[in-house]
């Protein structure tokens, strides 16, 4: 695997790049992405099909494989027009393309797996693979004297009811060899839930690391060796992350517009992969909002490109796909964790049919 430069230690050294101070926002949606640009000529967007995106969250400097795709006209080399919105949450997105609100989201496929259970009748399935490794997380301080997962025995967490990582808190737990049962929850708005961990209220967080980090690192003054962050993938739940998905009756009735989609945005990836600084370039480009907070989103950015786009699988299977082996251990403990009625195969779960060939998608 190529080796990759530190994107965030090198914006706070380069004071060329003008960092922006952005008065406490760290995060910064565009709801409508502008036009992309190529150096070719671009298509004419009559001649093009429309799709509608939804993220599963803010528009964030992770979504730089997105914002590369659009910015550089790959969407528009496969015949697709595509448009983008901000998500709110997984199971915001999954829901919405599911009514048809959208062609394609960005979400969580666990959740998806969730809705799949309650909604037979619309059935979604995962495309390909944004994050090789979840950013499922609990972040504890280190002075609380929490230094290992199974230490969370008896302790005081917090977190909103529905979050992914507290759900699955219960298969860490047994991972680990600690008693689900004996750690008091907390519900906590998602705005608050950093603030509670820093004002010492609370032993520990669950969280998306991409999401948490930043916040407690730069906004709230939390150095990185003042924190533990104890990763699920770390401790027996060798998670995916996000992935894209859609109605399987989309794909079935539109397989060249999922495919064209697939392959734009692994291109995406793979360039954001090449060439980080670039990516984050592109990423404050097209969120052109002088609110976007240049060094909080290139910190997301940095955690995605150390510990979730790849992992030493990609080496063998490339970017955008999974192992269907790892896959089935992983439905089977989210089966577990969110009670689910039913156990779906590996193959309702994802769909490797519109990936570009494996020789394009090697790193």
Request: glycine share 8%; charged share 20%; hydrophobic share 45%.
């Amino acid at each position: 695997m190529k080796p990759l430069r530190s994107l965030f230690g090198s914006l706070l050294l380069a004071a060329s790049l003008g960092l922006v101070a952005c008065g406490g926002a760290t995060d910064v949606a565009t709801s409508e992405p502008p036009a992309a640009e190529s150096t070719a000529a671009a298509p004419d967007t009559a001649d093009l099909t429309p799709v509608r995106f939804t993220l599963s969250w803010l528009f964030q400097g992770v979504d730089a494989p997105l914002a590369i795709a659009l910015d550089q006209g790959y969407f528009a080399e496969e015949g697709l027009d595509v448009t983008f919105e901000r998500g709110f949450g997984s199971a915001d997105s999954i829901t919405k393309v599911a009514a048809g609100q959208y062609d394609i989201a960005e979400g969580d496929m666990y959740a998806m797996m969730e809705f799949n259970d309650n909604n037979p009748d619309d059935q979604l399935v995962a495309v390909a693979i944004k994050f090789n490794r979840s950013p499922f997380a609990i972040v504890t301080r280190v002075d609380s004297g929490i230094d290992d997962p199974a230490e969370l025995e008896g302790a005081n967490l917090a977190a909103p009811a529905g979050d992914g990582p507290r759900r699955l808190w219960p298969v860490l737990a047994n991972q680990v060899g600690a008693d689900p049962d004996s750690v008091e929850w907390t519900n906590v708005e998602p705005q608050l839930r950093e603030s509670l961990l820093a004002q010492g209220n609370v032993d520990g967080i669950s969280c998306f690391a991409t999401s948490c980090l930043p916040v407690l690192h730069q906004n709230l003054g939390f150095g990185p060796d003042t924190l533990n962050v104890f990763y699920y993938n770390d401790h027996g739940l060798d998670l995916y992350g996000n992935a894209l998905i859609v109605r399987r009756d989309f794909l079935e009735a539109n397989p060249e517009v999922v495919r064209g989609f697939v392959a734009a945005y692994l291109r995406g990836l793979e360039a954001t992969l090449a060439d980080p600084e670039a990516a984050l370039e592109t990423v404050v480009r097209v969120a052109d909002d002088e609110l976007f907070d240049r060094e909080v989103e290139a910190e997301r950015l940095q955690i995605a490109l150390d510990l979730l786009f790849t992992s030493p699988e990609n080496d063998t299977v490339g970017l955008g796909t999974v192992d269907f082996d790892r896959l089935a251990i992983t439905i089977d403990q989210v089966v577990e964790g969110f009670d689910l009625a039913s156990t779906p195969s590996p193959q309702q779960v994802f769909d490797d049919s519109v990936l570009p060939p494996q020789a394009e998608r090697m790193l």
